[in-house]
């Protein structure tokens, strides 16, 4: 079985879709893609079935980085399903560990700055009101913590 990676965000159409498309690129260039294998999820329906934000998107294309998939919601069954579970910022790991009825998966969740090797943010911030420059940020920000999640990972495998 794979290892089983799945990034959470409020909507999962900017922060969550990017971190998983830049680690399933970096899971590629280090020959890895048939043994760790990427999802991603909103802790809200709101954007239930949308593609990637188009300013998200529009960012992830300034690297080279076409982003794939189509929002949905976590569910309690991701628990069980995942092995590790990230997320984006520390509203989004409250609300995931709300629906951890049982207590029993809070070390499958972390959040994922916790990776980042060249950032001192504690949270990926939310870019959805904001302008360009912090989709931008997002980006800058996932791809370092991306990287250090990866070596976190290796060993494991
Ligand atoms: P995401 O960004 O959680 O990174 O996908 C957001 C997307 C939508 C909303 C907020 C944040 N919203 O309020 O609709």
Redesign the pocket.
Known sequence: MPYQLLFV?????????SAENIMNHAIAQAGLSDRIVCDSA?T?S??IGSPP?QRMQAAALRRGLKLKGSARQFQPEDFAKFDLILA?DRENYRDILSLDRQNVYQDKVRLMCDYAQNYRDRDVP????GGESGFDYVMDLLEDACQGLLQEIKPKL
């Open positions: 965000c409020l909507g999962n159409i900017c922060r969550s879709p909103g809200s709101y954007h934000d984006m939310d870019p959805y009101y």
